[in-house]
């Protein structure tokens, strides 16, 4: 079955730690995005790769980093520095570069952050 | 001002209602208009996609385009409680380099 899996699904951390989301896909696809929802916020973009060994900063990519290695893999990392880092992570994949303008995005089911 | 406002809700109708949901948005160049929807603790799923102007139906789902107005709608018709979900406007451009999406409506339908 192809698909977007994401990892862990629920994780708790510490303050000050940073903590690192996986996000595989078997669509082949070479856009990934990664998201942040919070309630009533919607979908904010963190960062975004269109293709290998490349990815641009989204709206809210401070206290964020990320990785584009090989096509299937897009981390995410939530650093010590994100002030806020408390919420539901989603990544997605797209066929489309350009962000899937007249395509679809598939999402993977999400990652919920918790920080004690 | 975002880019696109949708009213969180929540919304609560009876089974068998017709449900209404709405975004606007203020970018004129917004070519390409989507709706997701999202279940609890789940990621969102494309529902329905439309571009430019105009009507589009697929089954109970009714999705509409006004840019004169700058204005957007999903309609279900005959709702069911497995339509309790939440839904997410999103649109683009051609170029763009991501989708902008609106804050998302709670809906739950109540048998």
């Known amino acids: 079955d192809g698909g977007i899996t994401q990892s862990p699904k629920y994780l708790f951390r510490k303050e000050g730690q940073n903590v690192t989301l996986s996000c595989e896909q078997n669509l082949n696809h070479d856009a990934m995005y990664w998201y942040r929802q919070d309630p009533g916020q919607g979908l904010r973009l963190i960062y975004y790769?269109?293709?290998?060994?490349?990815?641009q900063k989204g709206d809210i990519a401070e206290g964020y980093s990320v990785s584009r290695e090989k096509k299937e893999s897009f981390p995410l990392t939530v650093t010590s520095a994100q002030k806020n880092p408390t919420a539901f992570y989603l990544c997605?994949?797209?066929?489309?570069?350009?962000?899937?303008?007249?395509?679809?995005?598939?999402f993977g089911e999400g990652s919920r952050l918790t920080v004690l | 001002q975002k880019e696109v406002e949708q009213d969180p809700g929540p919304l609560s109708v009876p089974e068998g209602a017709i449900v209404s949901l709405n975004c606007t948005y203020s970018?004129?160049?917004?070519?390409?208009f989507m709706w997701y929807r999202q279940y609890s603790r789940k990621g969102p799923e494309l529902l329905m996609y439309t571009y430019s102007s105009g009507n589009k139906e697929d089954g109970r789902f009714t999705a509409q385009v006004d840019k004169s107005s700058k204005y957007i709608s999903l309609f279900i018709r005959d709702s069911q409680p497995s339509d309790s979900a939440t839904y997410l406007c999103a649109m683009s451009f051609q170029g763009a380099q991501k989708l902008v999406f609106g804050q998302g409506t709670r809906l739950t339908i109540n048998p």
């Open positions: 997605a994949s797209s066929s489309e570069q350009g962000a899937g303008v007249a395509g679809e995005l598939f």
């Open positions: 970018n004129s160049a917004f070519q390409y």
């Open positions: 790769s269109q293709i290998v060994n490349d990815f």
